[in-house]
């Protein structure tokens, strides 16, 4: 078998799996504050709804993961918390700091735990001063989803 049809075969074999299949997922961030202000985003959960919330682990990625993935890693992001909250209809990650974002870009990876289970995602912010709507940027560079059992 070539590479390339490895690779293409491999590729298809793992897109066919879906957030369910694995327990969880990391969705959109919808950012909800301005520009020179604290950090205040929610990250959506997908497919989360059967987890124990308590199981579920949400956090930045270790300083190796952010190197391994040639990913800067601001000192801003040193005071950012995470924390899981939970409905009936959905599971979503808050995330928030007590200092003002004083850079219209945020570039992060977050990690996600579960039984099992470890999940990541790179996610760039865009927050803007004059507006009278934040803009999360869902575009992102790439993605990078690393899934292993413990």
Known sequence: MSRVTFWKTTTAFAASFTAASWGLG??????????NEPLRAE???LEATDLDPA????????AQEFERLGIARSQF?????????ASDTA????ITTEQPLR????????EARWPEWRLLR???LRSEEHTSELQSQFRISYAVFCLKKK
């Open 122 to 124: 790179e996610y760039t």
């Open 91 to 94: 599971r979503l990650a808050v």
């Open 43 to 45: 990250l959506t959960l």
């Open 77 to 85: 992001l040193n005071k950012v918390s995470f924390e899981v909250q």
């Open 26 to 35: 990391l969705g959109d961030v919808s950012v909800q504050s301005y520009l």
């Open 103 to 110: 850079e219209p870009y945020l570039n992060f990876v977050v």
């Open 55 to 62: 199981d579920i682990r949400i956090g930045l990625a270790s």
